[in-house]
T-cell receptor
């Protein structure tokens, strides 16, 4: 049973525009969320995180939004750059239910120059 | 300092053989995770080590899978009597502790013929 879902397997965006990657989760106990970026033949690298006490966290061009009532988070990249082309995974964890991180299936982002 | 390293990078084996995958975490990181990513799937949690505590083995898919972490550092994931469905990329990650960002290795691509 997939507790973290990324329903869009791929996304294409023009350079300079906004990229919006979405993630839904089913477990209301999740209280810590992360986004990872993965290039081919490399392991995922941490991008940005958000705790459930916040609804927004920003780091440069990357902003993560959390909507707890909808069990939904999104990653916004503005402006998108060709180097952002990668697979993006969202992950979630619940402090009270162990130390597992549950990952989505990933969204492949292509930024077109 | 060096990041997380994994060896081998690629492993091809015959069905029924045993394999060992190695992970060298970042020095000083107390938490170590193993995941696998099958084709078209997200990262599936396998096992988690934290310091000297008993590992969380709840993600291991069968008793053919085992892992150990010697001296709180290097970890080995062993798969006995490999099956074709074990073919996947096996990723190791370490972190300074629980609920911290994880640093991933490049993975080991296992192919069971």
């Amino acid at each position: 049973d997939q507790q973290v879902k990324q329903n869009s397997p791929s996304l294409s965006v023009q350079e300079g525009r906004i990229s919006i990657l979405n993630c839904d989760y089913t477990n209301s106990m999740f209280d810590y969320f992360l986004w990872y970026k993965k290039y081919p033949a490399e392991g995922p690298t941490f991008l940005i995180s958000i705790s459930s006490i916040k609804d927004k966290n920003e780091d440069g061009r990357f902003t993560v939004f959390l909507n707890k009532s909808a069990k939904h988070l999104s990653l916004h990249i503005v402006p998108s750059q060709p180097g952002d082309s990668a697979v993006y995974f969202c992950a979630a964890s619940a402090r009270d239910t162990g130390n597992q991180f549950y990952f989505g299936t990933g969204t492949s982002l292509t930024v077109i120059p | 300092g060096a990041g997380v390293s994994q060896s081998p990078s690629n492993k091809v084996t015959e069905k029924g053989k045993d394999v060992e995958l190695r992970c060298d975490p970042i020095s000083g990181h107390t938490a170590l995770y193993w995941y696998r990513q099958s084709l078209g799937q997200g990262l599936e949690f396998l096992i988690y080590f934290q310091g000297n505590s008993a590992p969380d083995k709840s993600g291991l898919p069968s008793d053919r899978f085992s892992a150990e972490r010697t001296g709180g550092s290097v970890s080995t994931l062993t798969i006995q009597r490999t099956q074709q469905e074990d073919s996947a990329v096996y990723l190791c990650a370490s972190s300074p502790g629980p609920y911290n960002e994880q640093f991933f290795g490049p993975g080991t691509r296992l192919t069971v013929l």
